[in-house]
Nanobody, 120 residues
Framework: QVQLVESGGGLVQSGGSLRLSCAASGLIFKIYSMGWYRQAPGKQRELVASLEKDGDTKFADSLKDRFTISGDFAKNTVYLQMNSLKPEDTAVYYC??????????????WGQGTQVTVSS
């Protein structure tokens, strides 16, 4: 199994910054992409940003000016730098990865989530 463990969430004032980290561990043959999703109360889970092993990135259009994704696939880690945070960024942030445990079978994995709360 592949485990994803997030860290770095917490309470921050509007306009502040947070950096989330996610580390993948377990029986990993290859990680193809890692990223972040978020889910606010009463809303669907949505993509924040993702990073492919070849360096390609995807962002939610509304967040690309304030959030930055980076990663180190040699260490199976991904980071999300969040700046100029707003109360509407309050959500549980989930780490996501597509990985394989052998030469066959790519699977999608999720972390447990880390709460980010932005106070006004």
């Amino acid at each position: 199994q592949v485990q994803l463990v997030e860290s770095g969430g917490g309470l921050v004032q509007s306009g502040g910054s947070l950096r989330l980290s996610c580390a993948a561990s377990g029986l990993i043959f290859k990680i193809y992409s890692m990223g972040w999703y978020r889910q606010a109360p009463g809303k669907q889970r949505e993509l924040v940003a993702s990073l492919e092993k070849d360096g390609d990135t995807k962002f939610a259009d509304s967040l690309k000016d304030r959030f930055t994704i980076s990663g180190d696939f040699a260490k199976n880690t991904v980071y999300l730098q969040m700046n100029s945070l707003k109360p509407e960024d309050t959500a549980v942030y989930y780490c996501n990865a597509f990985a394989s445990r052998s030469v066959y079978g790519i699977q999608e994995y999720w972390g447990q989530g880390t709460q980010v709360t932005v106070s006004s």
